[in-house]
């Protein structure tokens, strides 16, 4: 039975009145009743239908149950799993609601703030530090949330002096070197992932400084969404991400013939012209910096630059981990931030 409005879901910890849908027909605002130990009165409930969907869903539950996901105060919590969620494969039984997840309510997402009232203060300091600390803890269990976006940064008190932001979203986690297909979207994929070397760590740090240079330029700058080309989608960001941030390097031996032709088209399409000649480049974006540096009323800090091209770098071996871009000079790294962080190292 599929969840719709109304309908109230009864798990262990409390009782949920589904009230409205925040994503197609899986995803509920609830409200919750009876409530034993939780004391938000709202509470989202996650369910799923199709095959990937359930698969995301188990994982993202079997991840919410290393004791150091769920006591992380900067990962969205999840309040209880009802049903059987080591059944999700099942087929559905008429009458019964299917297995869902209970996970806190957060009162907005990145996407939806813009960032000309903020850019300038300190949310872009809140975020990212809350952000990197979600991910030393998933570093800390060796594994890569592989969906850092604007969509699974999740903030409420937003007008207050330290807003809460958390990492939400935990449907993608996959272990430390995951290779077997391409992960990450489009837009927030590492160089090293589309040379199929697998998603780490690294590509995380990489997703959320790309994820910051979104938000600040309310548009999507990396990935595809400027194409104006036939087909080669792949070839087109790949081109894309290197008139941003410059060369890619070499590729590593054992690369497929397909990815290989990736990069090959990338070239051609990196350096050409629109017709007629003198129109300018069928890519047209300047380097990175250069396209930060453009915002106006307000400016974007040249520190905040400064700390973005620190994550967005090629070299996945240089781009620094979660533990030491939260001692950039524009986080003001602080005792209370380090605190954050040994609580995990330790």
């Given at each position: 039975?599929?969840?719709s409005p109304g309908q109230i879901i009864k798990g262990a910890r409390a009782s949920y009145r589904l009230l409205h849908p925040l994503k197609g027909k899986t995803v509920f605002k609830a409200e919750i009743l009876q409530a034993r130990d939780i004391t938000q009165r709202?509470?989202?409930?996650?369910?799923?239908?199709?095959?990937?969907?359930?698969?995301?869903?188990?994982?993202?539950?079997?991840?919410?149950q290393n004791p150091f996901v769920a006591e992380s105060p900067f990962i969205r919590s999840l309040h209880e799993g009802v049903g059987d969620m080591e059944s999700l494969d099942a087929a559905p039984v008429d009458g019964v609601a299917p297995p869902c997840l209970v996970l806190e309510w957060m009162d907005t997402e990145l996407r939806l703030i813009s960032s000309s009232?903020?850019?300038?203060?300190?949310?872009?300091?809140?975020?990212?530090?809350?952000?990197?600390?979600?991910?030393?803890?998933?570093?800390?269990?060796?594994?890569?949330?592989?969906d850092v976006n604007l969509n699974n940064i999740l903030i409420?008190?937003?007008?207050?002096?330290?807003?809460v932001v958390k990492l939400a979203d935990l449907g993608m986690v996959t272990p430390e070197g995951f290779n077997s297909q391409r992960l990450?979207?489009?837009?927030?994929?590492a160089p090293e992932v589309w040379k199929n070397q697998?998603?780490?760590?690294?590509?995380?740090?990489?997703?959320?400084?790309?994820?910051?240079?979104h938000w600040l330029l309310g548009k999507s700058i990396f990935g595809a969404r400027d194409k104006r080309v036939e087909g080669l989608t792949e070839a087109y960001c790949i081109a894309k991400l290197e008139r941003l941030v410059g060369p890619l390097g070499d590729l590593p031996e054992g690369l497929s013939v397909e990815a290989r032709e990736e990069f090959r088209m990338a070239a051609l399409l990196r350096d050409m012209d629109m017709p007629p000649p003198g129109k300018?480049?069928?890519i047209d974006v300047r380097p990175l910096r250069e396209e930060?540096?453009?915002?106006?009323?307000?400016?974007?800090?040249?520190?905040?630059?400064?700390?973005?091209?620190?994550?967005?770098?090629?070299?996945?071996?240089?781009r620094p981990i979660a533990h030491d871009a939260l001692k950039h000079p524009y986080l003001d790294i602080s005792s209370e931030s380090r605190n954050g962080v040994s609580v995990v190292a330790n």
């Amino acid at each position: 039975m599929p969840l719709s409005p109304g309908q109230i879901i009864k798990g262990a910890r409390a009782s949920y009145r589904l009230l409205h849908p925040l994503k197609g027909k899986t995803v509920f605002k609830a409200e919750i009743l009876q409530a034993r130990d939780i004391t938000q009165r709202w509470a989202v409930v996650k369910t799923a239908t199709g095959s990937l969907e359930r698969s995301a869903l188990q994982r993202e539950y079997q991840t919410y149950q290393n004791p150091f996901v769920a006591e992380s105060p900067f990962i969205r919590s999840l309040h209880e799993g009802v049903g059987d969620m080591e059944s999700l494969d099942a087929a559905p039984v008429d009458g019964v609601a299917p297995p869902c997840l209970v996970l806190e309510w957060m009162d907005t997402e990145l996407r939806l703030i813009s960032s000309s009232a903020f850019r300038s203060g300190e949310l872009p300091k809140h975020v990212a530090r809350q952000v990197l600390k979600a991910l030393w803890v998933l570093y800390y269990i060796d594994s890569a949330h592989t969906d850092v976006n604007l969509n699974n940064i999740l903030i409420s008190n937003l007008n207050s002096p330290v807003p809460v932001v958390k990492l939400a979203d935990l449907g993608m986690v996959t272990p430390e070197g995951f290779n077997s297909q391409r992960l990450q979207s489009l837009p927030c994929r590492a160089p090293e992932v589309w040379k199929n070397q697998g998603v780490s760590h690294a590509s995380d740090i990489w997703s959320l400084g790309v994820t910051l240079v979104h938000w600040l330029l309310g548009k999507s700058i990396f990935g595809a969404r400027d194409k104006r080309v036939e087909g080669l989608t792949e070839a087109y960001c790949i081109a894309k991400l290197e008139r941003l941030v410059g060369p890619l390097g070499d590729l590593p031996e054992g690369l497929s013939v397909e990815a290989r032709e990736e990069f090959r088209m990338a070239a051609l399409l990196r350096d050409m012209d629109m017709p007629p000649p003198g129109k300018g480049k069928l890519i047209d974006v300047r380097p990175l910096r250069e396209e930060l540096e453009q915002l106006q009323d307000p400016v974007v800090p040249p520190g905040l630059i400064d700390f973005i091209e620190s994550l967005i770098v090629v070299d996945m071996e240089k781009r620094p981990i979660a533990h030491d871009a939260l001692k950039h000079p524009y986080l003001d790294i602080s005792s209370e931030s380090r605190n954050g962080v040994s609580v995990v190292a330790n």
